[in-house]
């Protein structure tokens, strides 16, 4: 959810901040389905922050990036130690692509 993204009006720079909740809704090791039921999501929302890039415009588009932090997995069964073993850590990247701006018509 984004409530607002706001614009440095002198650079043109966009920072946003959005939380969202992870869901695993297949597993498998080794080539083997495991369960992981319905519920097998992040303990605690993702917060996940980017910034513009260089040569980003508001108007033309361009890159944002930034990395994020995937909190432990509850409610996954039998497989959450695994995953929690596995998954959860800092230092993850994103990278989103804008496109260039439409006039809504």
Known sequence: EVS????????????TTSNITMRIVSLSVAGISQPVGNS????TPVS????????????????LSG?????????????TLLINLTLP???NTIT????KAKLAG
Do not use: R
Not at 40 to 43: K, V
């Open 67 to 79: 990395t994020y932090t995937i909190p432990s997995f509850a409610n996954c069964g039998l497989e």
């Open 48 to 63: 996940v922050t980017v910034n513009s890039e260089a040569g980003f415009s508001i108007v033309k588009g361009g890159n």
């Open 89 to 91: 850590g800092s230092g």
């Open 40 to 43: 097998c999501e992040t303990s």
């Open 4 to 15: 607002t993204v706001p614009v440095d009006t002198s650079t043109g720079a966009v920072t």
């Open 96 to 99: 989103l692509t804008l496109g």
